[in-house]
């Protein structure tokens, strides 16, 4: 870890531009060389070869799921290694990569003895999480969710009341997954190394929804009401239309019957945890 190139997002989670500032100081300090930088979505991400042109060997993410999300699928085949900070609002592969969630500590423990490791994926449709993928109604509140972060009221009531009104319709329904019952509000997929890690709400009355809503706009729902987990190897969507879902807090459209299953990446990945 010499040569870095810094991927930020300013407007996600706690990546400000003061703290990015900061953190620039501190891969000084260290003796790192900063080669670029990426302010996204402004700026387009780098490509594999862009940054083997610069010589770098780490790349910087100091941001939210979603563009870490969009980076990390961006150099996929990139043989350099990803440094991931906690830039976000959870910062879950930050806490599961590093423990930690001080950035310049995180700086410091990888320059003197970071090592590669690999991370699992929901893959689905294409597309990889890393964090988790959301099926169900509750991936509506995703829009009310964002006017939230952004401070954006104006609209919000409209945004949540429709929200409301899928979250009492008919739920998702998966095939291969016997443990849950038909039609939940709110299904989280999470990828393990071997398997997916379900958890699914099931919230009927009037006191639950509310619950529901509030904690996933505001926070993590999984907290909001009783869980039903299980595990399972693959599993898919049903229905009769496109249902929303959500990939590391990003939306996309799943058509039914979409084959959701567990991978793996490359060990491409700096971890600053003590090897098992």
């Not at 900061?22 to 060389?33: E, H, I």
């Not at 599993?235 to 959701?260: C, N, Q, W, Y």
Request: aromatic share 6%; glycine share 10%; net charge positive.
């Amino acid at each position: 870890m010499k040569t870095l190139w810094f991927i930020t997002n300013p407007k996600s989670g706690t990546a400000t531009p003061a703290k990015a500032e900061a953190l620039a100081t501190v891969f000084a300090d260290r003796g790192l060389v900063l080669a670029g930088r990426t302010a996204f979505p402004d700026d387009a991400l780098p490509t594999p070869e862009a940054l083997d042109s610069a010589g770098v060997d780490t790349a910087v993410l100091f941001a939210g799921d979603g563009t870490i999300n969009a980076a990390v699928c961006a150099l996929a085949e990139w043989h350099g290694t990803i440094l991931i900070l906690p830039g976000g609002t959870m910062n879950m592969l930050a806490k599961h990569l590093h423990g930690s969630t001080d950035s310049a500590a995180i700086v410091a423990a990888a320059v003197e003895h970071g090592r590669r490791t690999s991370l699992p994926y929901v893959d689905v449709a294409g597309h990889r999480a890393f964090v988790g993928l959301i099926l169900g109604p509750a991936a509506t509140w995703v829009r009310a969710r964002e006017m939230v972060r952004a401070g954006r009221l104006r609209g919000l009531g409209r945004a949540m009341k429709h929200a409301w009104q899928r979250t009492f319709g008919r739920g998702i329904r998966l095939e291969g997954v016997p443990a849950l019952k038909h039609g939940a509000q709110a299904v989280f997929v999470r990828p393990e190394a071997d398997h997916l890690d379900i958890a699914a709400i099931d919230a009927r009355d009037f006191r639950a929804i509310a619950r529901l809503g509030w904690e996933w706009v505001t926070g993590d729902w999984v907290a909001a009401a009783e869980v039903t987990q299980c595990h399972v190897g693959q599993f898919r969507t049903r229905g009769d239309k496109p249902a929303l879902a959500l990939v590391d807090g990003e939306p996309i459209m799943l058509e039914p019957g979409s084959m959701v299953r567990v991978g793996m990446m490359r060990e491409i990945f700096l971890t600053t945890r003590a090897a098992a």
